[in-house]
T-cell receptor
Framework: SAVISQKPSRDICQRGTSLTIQCQVD?????MFWYRQQPGQSLTLIAT?????????ESGFVIDKFPISRPNLTFSTLTVSNMSPEDSSIYLC???????????FGSGTQLSVL | EDQVTQSPEALRLQEGESSSLNCSYT??????LFWYRQDPGKGPEFLFT???AGEEKEKERLKATLTKKESFLHITAPKPEDSATYLC?????????????FGTGTRLQVTL
């Protein structure tokens, strides 16, 4: 298994500001992902965090809006930039220890933008 | 494009009343189908992975089955602590590594 610590657990932010979410795993993992879960909707993959290189973004998500870092095999950050109320959502870090096997999820960051 | 549809959206059961949740999918080359449980304010918790039609897996009161078009999560004699949202996800196609496509989930409430 993998123990994932995600911070902050929740935040309320003003429009136009940025928030950085941290994801720390208790052991080295092969892959790290960032998901968004909007109210009443399914989990949507934002990007795959690649160690030492630029993240791979899914359609509809761009680096300027959601910059991601992954400096090593156990840590990643997601920044939500220039926030608007439409960014209010739960953001989830997830990891895979073995490619093709199950994802483990962090407890999520509940973001509200006013 | 991969699609996952879960039904019903919400289900209310009395304790001991067995039922099934459905997950239908349309994918190109299924590599795995996953079931997760999500409690309010928490991330999804892994339950099962199914890889091929006909496969079944069980854990306590839960049993997951898979056909070529859908998966069922059977809940036998549920208890209030089984109340949660149950998510289905598929992993498909070549080169997709571990990316999953999720359904919107079924919110289960079990009452005394």
């Amino acid at each position: 298994s993998a123990v994932i610590s995600q911070k902050p657990s929740r935040d309320i932010c003003q429009r136009g500001t940025s928030l950085t979410i941290q994801c720390q795993v208790d052991s080295q993992v092969t892959m790290m992902f960032w998901y968004r879960q909007q109210p009443g909707q399914s989990l949507t993959l934002i990007a795959t965090a690649n160690q030492g290189s630029e993240a791979t973004y899914e359609s509809g998500f761009v680096i300027d809006k959601f910059p991601i870092s992954r400096p090593n095999l156990t840590f990643s950050t997601l920044t939500v930039s220039n926030m608007s109320p439409e960014d209010s959502s739960i953001y989830l870090c997830s990891v895979v220890k073995v490619v093709g096997e199950k994802l483990f999820f962090g407890s999520g960051t509940q973001l509200s933008v006013l | 494009e991969d699609q996952v549809t879960q039904s019903p959206e919400a289900l209310r059961l009395q304790e001991g009343e067995s039922s099934s949740l459905n997950c239908s999918y349309t994918v190109s080359g299924l590599r795995g189908l996953f079931w997760y449980r999500q409690d309010p304010g928490k991330g999804p918790e892994f339950l099962f992975t199914l890889y091929s039609a006909g496969e079944e897996k069980e854990k306590e009161r839960l049993k997951a089955t898979l056909t070529k078009k859908e998966s069922f999560l059977h809940i036998t004699a549920p208890k209030p602590e089984d109340s949660a949202t149950y998510l289905c996800a598929v992993q498909a196609g070549p080169g997709t590594a571990s990316k999953l496509t999720f359904g919107t989930g079924t919110r289960l409430q079990v009452t005394l």
